[in-house]
């Protein structure tokens, strides 16, 4: 009887144990599910607002999942979100990360390998290929050869547009009468009082705030003016519903300005799912420097493509600009439309082939027979690079990567030549103030051939002169006062 009841009990003990074991065994396999079902559902939640293009709520979405399981597919999809949006740095510890996985491929290593330029320098390429078993050869989209070549030394030095640039987002530049500047920032606070990379006015826009942009969180784009005096204003427009407001031109001719607006259609009758894209709008600009008396381009159409970047050339008095319209080559195109005195504007004309890719071209403008724009699509540093092809007998020809210092592995657009022949562009590249920064050009020397004359016309032996009025010349100096500038003027030829 004891040795039955010393049976039955642990029996009765092994049944309950057993039972107990089976029910936490359940209750873990409910916990998996469980919290399975809510990394699906996070990571559907990133999907759709990555597919909305609000990559900055993608972003913070795919972390979550991340951090709740560990996935090669979610390491990618965050890298990914992250360069929408411009945040490099992270980005390229996330394709770090997913190269580290087995399932990782050759793309996954591309990406890394771009991920890494857009934060180091080219130099360092060869050690990031050796690492990972590979020689240049085996990435002939990167065009690692060509770039090097690009990167030849130039006598351009550049410099921040210090009295303009912020902290924020400072984009393009046009010079307005009376010595005003326009251009366009995203400065202000920002959602979660973090700094939040900028983004493109390239694509749709979602509305779901009328506070800041889902995209990164950030304010709405403004154009702002500096005047002669250097006080920065912004510069309100007549449109209702505006959100961002971007790429200022000043058509000098007509006293008018062209800019690029997202404008909020916000219902529509039988549709639920509203996108709202980019369009071209001109007005005046009046004495208290707001925008007035606003008309839309003939061609805008906000519910089904964007248009922007509009740039006039007023000696073939064409409207050019950007545009992901139906018919293009891919993504966005750079197009023209002729317009007459009334503003009557034609069918656009695509610029073709020659400057157009499958992927997207931008930031149009014209100067001494040439035109220059940005591109994703053609062979560069990475990001957005600045080009430039000549314009003969109406036609392209020639394109050409600008080289550095024009363009970096980041990107680099929105290239424009003042009146005064200084050169202009925008840049998110390291090291600025901002996230995008206003830079400007100027060459470091030129290549001089310096001939001194007495009065006989012999050439000088006066080597001291001939150096102290080179040095005059090239920058810019007050001259010794032993040389007078009438001398500099009659005995100096300068043969470039």
């Not at 873990?28 to 699906?40: E, G, K, N, W, Y």
């Not at 390229?92 to 190269?99: Q, V």
């Not at 030849?152 to 912020?166: C, D, F, R, T, W």
């Not at 959602?191 to 705030?209: C, M, V, W, Y």
Request: aromatic residues 14%; proline residues 3%.
């Amino acid at each position: 009887m004891i040795k039955f009841g010393l049976f039955k009990s642990f029996i009765f003990h092994s049944g309950r144990k057993a039972i107990t074991l089976f029910a936490l065994s359940l209750l873990c396999l409910l916990f998996i599910q469980i919290d399975s079902q809510a990394q699906s559902a996070i990571l559907r939640y990133a999907d759709t607002q990555f597919n909305l293009e609000n990559y900055y709520k993608a972003a913070n979405a795919y972390k979550k999942a991340y951090n709740k399981k560990e996935k090669y597919e979610t390491a990618v999809k965050l890298a990914n979100t992250l360069e929408k949006f411009g945040s490099y740095d992270e980005a390229y510890e996330w394709r770090k990360k997913a190269i580290a996985y087995s399932e990782s491929t050759k793309q996954d290593y591309q990406d890394y390998l771009i991920a890494a330029l857009k934060i180091h320098n080219w130099e360092e390429i060869d050690t990031l290929l050796e690492k990972g078993g590979y020689v240049s050869a085996d990435f002939p989209e990167l065009n690692i050869d060509g770039i090097r070549k690009l990167h030849k030394k130039s006598n351009l030095k550049l410099a921040s547009l210090e009295e303009i640039n912020s902290d924020a987002s400072e984009l393009g530049i046009t010079f307005e009468k009376n010595g005003h500047l326009l251009f366009s920032s995203d400065r202000g606070p920002v959602g979660n009082s973090q700094s939040i990379p900028t983004f493109r006015l390239d694509a749709k826009n979602e509305i779901f705030s009328q506070e800041k942009s889902n995209y990164n969180e950030r304010e709405f784009y403004k154009i702002y003016r500096k005047n002669a005096e250097g006080e920065v204003a912004a510069v309100n427009t007549d449109l209702k519903n505006v959100f961002h407001v971007s790429d200022p031109h000043y058509f000098s001719e007509k006293d008018i300005i062209f800019y690029t607006a997202f404008v909020a259609k916000t219902k529509v009758k039988g549709s639920k799912n509203i996108v709202n894209h980019a369009g071209i709008y001109f007005g005046k600009i009046d004495d208290s420097g707001n925008i007035t008396n606003s008309k839309p381009f003939k061609y805008n159409d906000h519910l089904s493509y964007g248009v922007m970047n509009p740039f006039v050339d007023k000696s073939s008095k064409r409207l050019y600009f950007a545009s992901d319209m139906p018919g293009g080559h891919g993504g966005f195109d750079l197009y023209y439309s002729a317009f007459d005195d009334n503003f009557n504007f034609s069918k656009p004309v695509n610029l073709g082939p020659i400057i157009n890719t499958p992927h997207s071209e931008s930031h149009p403008f014209i100067h001494d027979n040439q035109l220059f724009f940005s591109s994703r699509g053609h062979v560069g540093f990475g990001g957005m690079d600045i080009f430039a092809a000549d314009i003969v007998n109406g036609r392209v020809d020639n394109l050409r990567n600008m080289g550095a210092p024009y363009n970096s592995t980041r990107d680099d657009f929105f290239f424009v030549v003042a009146e005064n022949g200084k050169r202009y562009f925008t840049s998110d590249r390291k090291d600025g103030m901002g996230l995008d920064d206003i830079y400007t050009l100027r060459e470091m020397f030129k290549v001089l051939k310096v001939t001194v004359e007495d009065c006989m016309e012999n050439p000088s032996r006066n080597l001291n002169l001939t150096l102290w009025i080179t040095w005059a010349i090239l920058f810019k100096q007050n001259l010794p006062r032993k040389v007078s500038y009438m001398q500099a003027w009659i005995l100096i030829q300068i043969i470039a």
